[in-house]
């Protein structure tokens, strides 16, 4: 992938995550790359093009964060501090969540939750010592989940919100034991 070209990526990533589809405006990004308006449709044909590339580029982000969460220990500080810096992949997966009543939408969520959903529940058992099984800890996790995109924004998605988020969530799991 040329620079340009992961330029534009990067960029239209980073505005579908705050903004959503209706901010991918390519003119205001192309003044963001530091690029003309017209380079957008040398490598891109049009929106829907381009839209799939940021899709594939957010499989490609959660495999990424799916290997740290794996590799953490505890959720804090450990996940909290992989999730603060992955910060922007959360909020586009939140993006896609409001917007999946979009079949590509949808079906990317599905795969981003699986790919990073799958990891976290491991993790969150471990950390939480939680004799329910695989079954009610899915169940839960989606909940959690479900709450979790519901109450992330730019502003609170930090070390400190998550870890009230998680103490929070924690005592709820528990009175399901």
């Given at each position: 992938m040329t620079e340009s070209k992961n330029s534009w990526?990067?960029?239209?990533?980073?505005?579908?995550?705050?903004?959503?589809?209706?901010?991918?405006?390519?003119?205001?990004?192309?003044?963001?790359?530091?690029?003309?308006?017209?380079?957008?449709?040398?490598y891109f044909a049009d929106m829907e093009i381009f839209i799939e590339a940021l899709l594939?580029?957010?499989?490609?982000?959660?495999?990424v964060l799916a290997e740290k969460e794996r590799k953490a220990n505890n959720i804090d500080p450990e996940l909290i501090?992989?999730?603060?810096?992955?910060?922007?992949?959360?909020?586009?997966?939140?993006?896609?969540?409001?917007?999946?009543?979009i079949e590509s939408y949808k079906e990317i969520l599905d795969k981003s939750n699986q790919i990073i959903g799958n990891e976290f529940i491991v993790l969150w058992a471990k950390d939480m010592a939680l004799n329910l099984s695989h079954q009610q800890l899915k169940g839960l996790f989606e909940l959690g989940l479900e709450n979790f995109f519901l109450q992330i924004n730019p502003q609170n998605l930090n070390h400190q919100?998550?870890?009230?988020?998680?103490?929070?969530?924690?005592?709820?799991?528990?009175?399901?034991?």
């Open positions: 990526i990067q960029v239209g990533y980073e505005t579908f995550a705050i903004s959503g589809e209706s901010g991918l405006k390519i003119e205001k990004i192309a003044k963001a790359v530091g690029v003309s308006k017209s380079s957008f449709y040398h594939q580029h957010h499989l490609e982000k959660s495999k501090a992989i999730l603060v810096t992955h910060k922007t992949d959360l909020l586009f997966n939140r993006q896609l969540r409001f917007n999946q009543q919100w998550l870890s009230a988020y998680f103490k929070d969530l924690k005592r709820i799991a528990k009175n399901f034991e």
